[in-house]
């Protein structure tokens, strides 16, 4: 199964590809957890992509597919492709090497979501930075307060959840990622999601578009 998850910010890509990871087994590829990755590393990847990072904006195309090109060489057949493709030069880029490894998309998932609701959650977003795990402060609490109830590790806040970078981000997702919507849907690929439906509801639609090969 190879799939990539599409929408803005909020809309809970990351929580569901470490379901559809837990699930089925898929490796997950998350852009941003890879970038912020690098950038606490100070590897020379996350030192281009810092500044780009911390302002909302998206990292360059050419960094981004080649840090995926080296992911998918170590990838098994099945993924989950997580913040990526972002425009549409990155979903050809995308297209161009699957064609070449004869292993191609089956889905790209759309969470779709009022704005407002997305921008909230956002504000009350708790994030493990070694696993990436999300909490929601109001939805999804950790049972203490600052501390991920797997590894008790301590618990931050994005530096780019503050509301002017979320403002930013969202500005850059319509510009520069809504338009793979049409670009999925024309080619067949394109599986809708309610992003405001909760967790175990979306990640139940996902299985099962998936699973039947259902497109909407
Ligand atoms: P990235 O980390 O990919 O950020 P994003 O796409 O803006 O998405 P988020 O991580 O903010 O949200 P999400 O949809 O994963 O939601 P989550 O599951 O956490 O990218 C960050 C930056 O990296 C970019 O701005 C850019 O600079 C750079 N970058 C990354 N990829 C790039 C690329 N391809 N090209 C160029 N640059 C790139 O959920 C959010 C909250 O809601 C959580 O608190 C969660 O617990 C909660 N929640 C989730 N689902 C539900 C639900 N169903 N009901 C209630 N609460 C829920």
């Known amino acids: 199964m190879r799939v990539v998850f599409l929408g803005p910010p909020g809309a809970g890509k990351g929580t569901q590809a470490r379901r559809l990871k837990e699930r089925f087994g898929l490796q997950q590829i998350s852009t941003g957890d890879i970038l912020r990755g690098n950038i606490s590393r100070g590897t020379p990847l996350g030192t281009e992509a ?3 990072v911390q302002r909302g904006q998206l990292v360059p195309d ?3 597919t080649a840090m995926i090109e080296r992911e998918l060489e170590h990838a098994p057949a099945g993924f989950v492709l ?3 493709p972002r425009t549409v030069a990155q979903a050809r880029a995308l297209d161009a090497l699957l064609t070449r490894r004869r292993t191609p998309l089956d ?3 759309y969470f779709k979501g009022e704005r407002s609701a997305l921008v909230a959650r956002l504000a009350a977003r708790w994030t493990n930075p070694r696993t990436g ?3 929601n402060a109001i939805t999804n609490p950790p049972k203490v307060a600052g501390i991920d109830d797997d590894d008790g590790g301590p618990l931050i806040q994005r530096e780019d959840d503050r509301p002017e970078t979320v403002a930013k981000r969202l ?4 510009r520069q990622t809504r338009p793979l919507v049409e670009y999925y849907r024309k080619a067949g690929k394109l599986v809708e999601v309610d992003a405001l439906a909760s967790v175990t509801f979306v990640a139940d639609r996902i299985a099962a578009a998936l699973g039947a090969g259902a497109r909407a």
Request: aromatic fraction near 22%; charged fraction near 30%.
């Open 50 to 52: 810092a500044d780009y």
């Open 82 to 84: 997580d913040g990526f």
């Open 171 to 174: 500005e850059v997702y319509d």
């Open 107 to 109: 889905a790209a998932i």
């Open 62 to 64: 050419d960094l981004v």
């Open 133 to 135: 795990r999300t909490y």
